[in-house]
């Protein structure tokens, strides 16, 4: 298997891929940063739930459990990689985006963490903005 370039651009890709084929569960390689990013996900109700299977200290996986309407479309309409590993793209608090009348969520990675955009605005802190998702 190659090496992956953009970690997170894959995870959000196979959540994307997963959503569209109306998958009940995605795979993803573990990471702390995902780990992370599934439990804010999670949190904000945009998933059902998730699931780490570490094998060792540096390997393992997450089953991402996607989350449906009663007319079994999927919760997470889009989602989008902000920031990429050659263009980078960080914001101040200030300027962190707000969109879907505020139902849309954007994840940054700060110095506190991995969190929403709305835990970091009231924090008063910025980051690099990895993903919007609605």
Wanted: charged share 25%; hydrophobic share 35%; proline share 3%.
């Amino acid at each position: 298997m190659a090496a992956i370039s953009d970690p997170i651009a894959d995870f959000l890709t196979r959540i994307r891929n997963a959503t569209r084929a109306q998958h009940r569960y995605v795979d993803v390689d573990w990471s702390r940063i995902k780990q992370d990013m599934a439990e804010i996900l999670k949190a904000l109700g945009f998933i059902e739930s998730y699931l780490v299977k570490q094998e060792t200290k540096s390997r393992g996986t997450i089953r991402l459990v996607l989350k449906y309407t009663e007319g079994r479309n999927p919760v997470i309409q889009g989602i989008t990689r902000a920031s990429k590993p050659g263009s980078r793209k960080y914001v101040g608090h200030q300027d962190i985006p707000r969109f879907y009348g505020g139902l849309g969520l954007s994840i940054l990675s700060t110095s506190k963490g991995v969190m929403s955009g709305a835990e970091a605005t009231n924090q008063k802190i910025g980051g690099e903005l990895l993903c919007l998702v609605w």
